[in-house]
């Protein structure tokens, strides 16, 4: 998944409104915040982005928790590791533009 910078440049956390088409919106928010990345999390994290991979919010919400430092839980699809690698990658490729 592609992040653009303009998308992020433009993202504010009042532009919400793919948080109404949240496939998780009816699942228990517990799913989403694993506790580790080993044993039991390793199923729940697997869980956790099989409901994000039906969901019609998948890139506007890893946007959003790219753009306001979401560093727990799964978000857009992705773990916190994920997030980790994209932002330096994202903040990479801002540098070597500048
Ligand atoms: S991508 Fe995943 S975490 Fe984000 S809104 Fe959709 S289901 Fe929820």
């Known amino acids: 998944m592609a992040l653009s910078s303009a998308h992020l440049l433009t993202l504010t956390i009042e532009s919400d ?3 109404r088409t949240a496939a998780c919106r009816d699942t228990d928010p517990d799913l989403f915040f694993p506790v580790g ?8 994290i697997a869980n956790a982005k099989a409901v994000c991979q039906q969901c019609e919010s998948q890139t506007a919400c890893l946007e959003f ?4 430092n979401q560093d727990s839980g799964i978000w857009g699809g992705t773990s916190e590791e994920e997030r980790r690698q ?3 990658k994202f903040n990479n490729r801002g540098r070597r533009t500048a």
């Open 17 to 19: 409104e793919w948080r």
């Open 37 to 44: 990345t080993t044993g039991p999390a390793i199923e729940q």
């Open 65 to 68: 928790a790219i753009a306001t």
């Open 86 to 88: 994209l932002r330096k």
